[in-house]
DNA sequence: CTTATTATTTAGATCGTTCTAAATCCGTAA
DNA sequence: TTACGGATTTAGAACGATCTAAATAATAAG
């Protein structure tokens, strides 16, 4: 039932030509004449000849295969990420090895050599907590070219797409100054990332800026639970805010959720205001004002940054950061006289 | 800068040995001798070997890759599903390609050659509507194992690893009987795919089952915004349902909004269900009741569908059903006398 | 000390493509 | 006619692994 796979040494002896001729007919050389071009494409076809990209690559060293690793599956921040370099690539004709390194060092090593034992041409990487910062530089040793994306470690050596949650950050603080808040919380993860010391940076330099007051800062797990049960230490805060900022939507959500069981009606009794603008965002009640970061977008700009690299291996280093824009809904509606 | 590539060649030579018995090391063959082996070991990780699985393919007809079409990224259920399947494979030491078919049948063809260039072992598809049944035929003369999940088109010719709306839908209904409902309605996509008559048809027969009554089918677009504003026509129906069944969670959050502009309260004056219970279904207000698919588990399941097709080819085929959950929350807290 | 057996090791062909360098073809100028 | 240059085409050696079949080493038996 299993047919043999059709060679170039065979379409070749149908069209009367040389193996040579039929490769460079398949890659669009212009070197061959326009009839035999015609000739053997019609074999092509007629033999349904596929081309084998792996054993092309054993000769000219390039699979058209980049990795992709992403620290995380479920979390849709990454799924709209990978989704924007899927669709990158793809329109290059390019393919993607996707993994998941669940922010576990020993699996992103593990993936890295998988990856370069398939010959990927180039790896995007959102790299783990705690990589560590020499990774570049042995990435480099190796001839594996490397785009980071969103997270970063080592020191500005390699290309880089991320959001920018300081600008993020400060939107959001500037829209609910605007409304007259002065008293503003920041409602953070208790995990110490990198993620969150950005965002905290962001938000006292943001507060920093403007007439109104960091209220106190609440630890929360990364859950909507947490958020929930983090509700009353907001509202037990000393500086008794009128608004909190969140670390992310999820941690928004569950936030909104706790309030409205302690009786606070969040946007109207209180602000909330997330980060990311995940699709969520508008399913909460109220929908949730909410910082976009356009992961998506990040995702494709790696994947152009990545692909230029591929073409100009020598290029000086690029980063590309995608400005963040504020979605105003209606958890943050009410303005403070 | 960079390094040439170390070969079997290159290990064999300084370790003193044929490049064939390095080759049974690094496969970890029981055939070589113990000292051959630490020894040979010891020079493969001095030199930093890395085993070129590409080249080995082009030998041995075993890529250990393996490509998945989703028709989509950005749903989070479909994310879920290629969590499991990578989660899985990657156990098994496999790579995933990883393409989204954006549901375009141009596209999922166009993804499929690509696959094939790259001599993956074998294909986890969830076919996009309006897929041609014979696929799966020409995929097994093609020699590419297939597996489809989620979706199937072709009569039973190919392992399928699914969820099973039917009953999840039964759940759904059964729940809402016991709570004294008796007019139900459905909130259906305006979309004629399969999905939709799949869970259509669940509702009648679920229906069918009970003394309640089918208040009637609204239609929307598939986004809150189309749900919500359906939320009219759903008070409006004849039937006068006290609960409404929706096709999936996030018409389930439009239409909870929906309703509340309408000034009724989601959980307290009118239940709501949703299916597939996304994270964000414990993140609306109130946290919806909603069917649990397990779409990891699924993907796991084709996960391992694939890995067992791949080792015995000849099997018989078999499908892997997930049973679905009921996960009751808030939205469906009311009981009707 | 042979010889039979089993355990290891290996040379060399092979997978399907692309590269290099050289061969052939063709029209034109001398 | 002969030679020359550009346009096409091609033979044959890579690429890095694995397979086959056979060679060699080690062990046991007679």
């Known amino acids: 039932m299993k047919q043999r ?17 039929v490769s460079l007919v398949v890659r669009k050389s212009p070197l061959v004449a326009d009839h035999t071009r015609q000739k053997v494409e019609r074999v092509l076809a007629d033999l349904d000849y596929v081309h084998d990209i792996g054993a092309a690559r054993l000769r000219n060293n390039s699979s058209r295969t980049i990795g992709v690793i992403v620290p995380n599956l479920v979390n849709s921040f990454f ?24 922010d576990d060092l020993t699996r992103q090593s593990q993936i890295l050599q998988r990856f370069r034992g398939h010959g990927v041409d180039g790896v995007i990487l959102c790299p783990a907590e705690g990589t560590d910062p020499q990774l570049p530089m042995r990435m480099r040793q190796w001839g594996l070219p490397l785009v980071q994306s969103l997270r970063e470690v080592g020191d500005n050596v390699t290309d880089y797409a991320g959001a920018d949650y300081i600008k993020g950050v400060q939107l959001a603080v500037g829209h609910l100054v605007e409304h007259g808040h002065r008293q503003i919380a920041f409602l953070s993860v208790s995990a110490r990332t990198s993620a969150r010391v950005e965002r905290l940076e962001g938000f006292s330099r943001a507060i920093a800026g403007t007439e109104a007051q960091n209220a106190g800062i609440v630890e929360a797990e990364l859950s909507w639970e947490g958020a ?21 939507d999820v941690l928004a959500a569950g936030l909104m959720l706790g309030l409205r069981r302690a009786g606070r009606e969040p946007g109207r009794d209180i602000a909330v205001v997330g980060l990311d603008d995940l699709p969520l965002a508008e399913l909460t009640f109220p929908p949730m004002t909410s910082v976009a970061m356009c992961p998506e977008r990040i995702g494709a700009a790696a994947a152009r940054l990545l692909a230029r690299r591929l073409e100009s291996p020598d290029a000086p280093v690029e980063r590309s950061v995608v400005a963040p824009s504020l979605m105003i809904r209606e958890s943050s509606n009410l303005s403070v006289s």
């Open 79 to 102: 799924t709209e990420f990978l989704s924007g370099v899927e669709q990158m690539m793809s329109e290059d004709d390019r393919v993607v090895l996707l993994a998941n390194s669940d």
């Open 5 to 21: 796979k059709v060679t170039l040494g065979e379409v070749a002896q149908v069209a009367g030509v040389s193996r040579a001729t």
């Open 228 to 248: 929930a049960q983090s509700a009353a230490k907001v509202l037990a805060l000393r500086g008794t805010p009128s608004a909190v900022l969140c670390f992310n």
